[in-house]
T-cell receptor, first 115, second 114 residues
Framework: DVKVTQSSRYLVKRTGEKVFLECVQD?????MFWYRQDPGLGLRLIYF???????EKGDIPEGYSVSREKKERFSLILESASTNQTSMYLC??????????????FGNGTRLTVT | AQSVTQLDSQVPVFEEAPVELRCNYS??????LFWYVQYPNQGLQLLLK??????LVKGINGFEAEFNKSQTSFHLRKPSVHISDTAEYFC????????????FGAGTRLFVKA
């Protein structure tokens, strides 16, 4: 079974802090994604990566950056956290480089609260 | 551009009753369609997918969905629900127009009552 592990389940940070959310997958998947989930809005794509050191903007990249130095690890960075970034963050991976028909495998999520 | 509309934000239903969760999408090209389920405090897991071929797709836990190209719909159904089906359900679509990404609907919360 594919395992996608997010390092924290709950995180509380202060406004202006730099925040790192870490995600690791153990199935050698090429593609990795960061979504945020908000009630009534579903999942919105922040950034994705289909190869090491590659990144692509999703639909809501403002205020975020990402890093993919190793194939199994994809980090989401909030350079200066703001209260409107309080949300559930979900990491996902999928096999097959740029394969649109591959389902996503999700981690359990990190609930971030910015005060 | 792709979009996914889940027509019901919440669906309450009694145990052993049938249920249908509705999903409509917009895309002008061939699409791949997915339903995911999210149980409380967990990530999403795949219920079923339509890639091509038969328009009736069967998934895990007794769920099925039917792809209707003319109505651009992909509704999820189960003939008899259990308490354990209480969860949030997401419809998702990917195609080759908006770049390499999967777009999700806003979700439908299914609440099964005893």
């Amino acid at each position: 079974d594919v395992k996608v592990t997010q390092s924290s389940r709950y995180l509380v940070k202060r406004t202006g802090e730099k925040v790192f959310l870490e995600c690791v997958q153990d199935m050698d998947h090429e593609n990795m994604f960061w979504y945020r989930q908000d009630p009534g809005l579903g999942l919105r794509l922040i950034y994705f990566s289909y190869d090491v050191k590659m990144k692509e903007k999703g639909d809501i990249p403002e205020g975020y950056s990402v890093s993919r130095e190793k194939k199994e690890r994809f980090s989401l960075i909030l350079e200066s956290a703001s209260t409107n970034q309080t949300s559930m963050y979900l990491c996902a991976s999928s096999p097959q480089k740029q394969g649109l028909n591959s389902p996503l495998h999700f981690g359990n999520g990190t609930r971030l609260t910015v005060t | 551009a792709q979009s996914v509309t889940q027509l019901d934000s919440q669906v309450p239903v009694f145990e052993e009753a049938p249920v249908e969760l509705r999903c409509n999408y917009s895309s002008s090209v061939s699409v791949y369609l997915f339903w995911y389920v999210q149980y409380p405090n967990q990530g999403l897991q795949l219920l079923l997918k339509y890639l091509s071929g038969s328009t009736l797709v069967k998934g895990i836990n007794g769920f099925e969905a039917e792809f209707n190209k003319s109505q651009t719909s992909f509704h999820l159904r189960k003939p008899s629900v259990h308490i354990s089906d209480t969860a949030e359900y997401f419809c998702a679509v990917s195609d080759n127009t908006g770049g390499f990404k999967t777009i999700f609907g806003a979700g439908t919360r299914l609440f099964v009552k005893a």
